[in-house]
Nanobody, 123 residues
Framework: VQLQASGGGLVQAGDSLRLSCATSERTLTNWPTGWFRRAPGKERRFVAAIDENGELTIYADSVWGRFTISRDNGKNMVYLQMNSLKPEDTAIYYC?????????????????WGQGTLVTVSS
């Protein structure tokens, strides 16, 4: 089952976007879910993660205080609210699920990657 990320777009520095992660099955409610991003010419990097109950969250230092991850298990959705966007946030953003919370920063342990959504921040 693949997850579908959406909500990306072209914005200016300082603007906000909210990304959504969805699936037609109840996959999201069973596992921690994370957001990663891949900037042009770079490898996929961790952005944020949330546990299956929405009680634990963790962020990359580069987005701490600007991004907020949340989930609505009733709607089978995970969100990434991105505020104060910077040009260096430009990337394709992906969501995925991981079997254990202790693995949330390890990209290779994730499953169900979708196609991602492109976020472009102009200066």
């Amino acid at each position: 089952v693949q997850l579908q990320a959406s909500g990306g777009g072209l914005v200016q520095a300082g603007d906000s976007l909210r990304l959504s992660c969805a699936t037609s099955e109840r996959t999201l409610t069973n596992w921690p879910t994370g957001w990663f991003r891949r900037a042009p010419g770079k490898e996929r990097r961790f952005v944020a993660a949330i546990d299956e109950n929405g009680e634990l969250t963790i962020y990359a230092d580069s987005v701490w205080g600007r991004f907020t991850i949340s989930r609505d298990n009733g709607k089978n959705m995970v969100y990434l609210q991105m505020n104060s966007l910077k040009p260096e946030d430009t990337a394709i953003y992906y969501c995925g699920t991981v079997p254990q919370w202790r693995l949330v920063k390890v990209s290779s342990k994730y499953t169900n990657w979708g196609q991602g959504t492109l976020v472009t921040v102009s200066s």
